[in-house]
């Protein structure tokens, strides 16, 4: 399926109508709103997943739905903004007051446990939205045959509630009987509302914000200011195209998984254009592991981001200049009802890895070699002796890719996601849990000329029977290393049993009381030709 960019806005405006002190200011006027809206979150949210973690995303979007500025957060929640809000203002009509709930991974989400909060903002005399502001926040549970919501499902609806876009607040009035019936399909209902409650928190703190900006430099001239930032990252995106190389340039990778499925990619420069062609990909599988178009659009923009200016305003200009070949029905554009938890976490990781390895062809440069992976989804739960429920959900770091310039960075969360640790007293303190062991995986990145980083190790006891999923790829091969740099150690996970014995752990398990789980994620690839023996770190 091709896609163009949307003719509108970015094409008509000019740079030149504001100077570069002008652009700037307004660039961080924006961005400021979706931080402090993050700050608002973390603030009010029950779960550790958002509170400590900080899994959730917040962003302003256009009146047409286009990405505007986001907050330095979570890149897979970030990159589906730019197809999320465009959906929900096609479907529904919005009114003042109104903030719409979504999850359907084909309705403007990404998979099942993000729930996103949209709300539309208007000038003070707007009949249509002037804005939009998104908050996207993973919840620790969402229903489904697995505590967590990560499990092993053959379709999206093994997955968990799959919520449509519906208004959650109708004209600034909460609709407890939306609310009550999202409540009844989680594990942990309590923790679920104040999540939510939180998401509806910091879309009021946003619209207060945006709405004092509108009214103190009017709407005529911020939406020229936005025009004007996003024809700015069209033409740096614009001139990153022109620096490439003639011809097509390919890369291929795979996940692990039944069949080994494959992700194919083809950058072609057509003048100051790019197509991004993933013909040839694998179809999409009865496992969760399936993309959907914003979890692939995600990863593109996200790779663009990192080779251009780090100054420069993240928003939908980005991919002005890009047209997509996505076929249907493949691991990358998967159709509904497949399921997509993996293909959020962890399918993602892969693209980019392809995306990166495509990049380095088209531009003749030495990129980094690949980081570990996987986000390493660890998700458990069960029955605490007062009877009441429990979950968690965490991903884990690994290993960083090495450079020429410098090895890679041990126990990272790298590339799409861009979360904190779960802190050990935080989890012991909720959970019948005890954390064991947490530490570097010694010597698991790739030797080179300069080694990758080391993955983690990370060590469950659980103090009552407990379910424990275990959604993770690199377990089988290695980061690659680049420049003739060793690939990195594949990540290995287990159950040892209160006597001391050993089963592999892949996919989803029933532990007894006293079990453990330990988890040793993947290290990263080494960058050039290691002159001595992989060293050891401590």
């Excluded at 446990?113 to 939009?132: E, Q, S, Y």
């Excluded at 935080?426 to 790739?446: D, I, M, N």
Aim: aromatic fraction near 4%; hydrophobic fraction near 45%.
């Amino acid at each position: 399926m091709k896609r163009s960019p949307r003719k509108g806005s970015a094409r008509r405006g000019a740079t030149s109508r504001l100077d570069a002190v002008t652009l700037k200011l307004f660039h961080h006027l924006l961005g400021a709103i979706p931080e402090e809206m993050g700050i608002v979150l973390r603030r009010t949210a029950f779960s550790i997943n958002i509170k400590e973690r900080l899994d959730f995303s917040c962003a302003i979007t256009g009146a047409d739905g286009a990405l505007v500025a986001q907050a330095s957060h979570i890149p897979v929640h970030l990159g589906s903004a730019h197809l999320t809000a465009a959906m929900l203002m096609e479907r529904l009509p919005l009114e003042r007051g109104d903030v719409v709930l979504v999850n359907d991974p084909w309705a403007g989400g990404t998979h099942l446990p993000d729930i996103t909060l949209f709300a539309p903002v208007f000038a003070a005399r707007g009949a249509r939205p002037a804005f939009g502001l998104l908050v996207r926040a993973h919840h620790a549970d969402v229903g489904g045959a697995n505590p967590g919501s990560m499990g092993p499902a053959l379709d999206l609806f093994g997955e968990g509630l799959v919520i449509p876009p519906v208004k959650l607040v109708r004209g600034g009035v909460l609709q407890q009987e939306l609310l009550d019936i999202v409540l009844a399909n989680t594990r942990a209902p309590d923790e679920r509302r104040g999540d939510l409650l939180a998401q509806l928190a910091a879309i009021r703190h946003g619209s207060a914000r945006l709405g004092a900006l509108l009214q103190e430099v009017g709407a005529t001239r911020l939406a020229a200011a936005a025009t004007a930032l996003r024809t700015h990252a069209r033409l740096s995106a614009e001139a990153l195209i022109a620096r490439m190389k003639p011809g097509r340039h390919s890369a291929r990778a795979s996940l692990d998984g039944p069949g080994t499925p494959l992700i194919a990619l083809t950058l072609a420069r057509r003048g100051r254009r790019l197509s991004v062609d993933f013909t040839g990909t694998s179809a999409q599988v009865a496992e969760p592991l399936n993309a959907n178009r914003a979890i692939t659009t995600s990863a593109v923009f996200y790779v663009l981001r990192l080779l251009l200016d780090p100054e420069l305003p993240a928003n939908s200009g980005c991919l002005d200049a890009l047209d997509f070949e996505l076929p249907e029905g493949t691991l990358i554009n998967a159709r509904r009802p497949a399921a997509v938890a993996g293909g959020n976490v962890e399918t993602s990781q892969r693209l980019v890895d392809v995306l990166l390895e495509a990049m380095r062809r088209a531009l003749g440069v030495d990129l980094p070699a690949a980081s570990q992976g996987s986000m390493n989804n660890f998700t458990a739960g069960g029955v605490r002796t007062d009877g009441s429920a429990w979950t968690f959900y965490e991903t884990l770091g690994g290993g960083a890719g090495a450079s020429r310039d410098a090895p890679g960075e041990s126990g990272l969360q790298v590339h799409m996601t861009n979360t904190l640790n779960s802190p050990i007293e935080a989890l012991e303190a909720a959970f019948p849990v005890r954390v064991r062991a947490y530490h570097f995986r010694s010597a698991s990145g790739g030797a080179g000329a300069a080694c990758g980083g080391d993955g983690l190790v990370r060590e469950f006891e659980f103090l009552t029977p407990a379910q424990v999923t275990l959604l993770a790829t690199r377990r089988r091969e290695g980061a690659a290393g680049a420049a003739g740099g060793a690939a990195g150690t594949p990540g290995a996970d287990v159950v040892l049993d209160a006597a001391g014995a050993r089963r592999p752990l892949a996919g989803s398990a029933t532990i007894a009381r006293g079990a453990r789980v330990r988890i040793e994620t993947p290290g990263g690839g080494g960058f050039g030709r290691a002159p001595f023996r992989r060293r050891a770190r401590l």
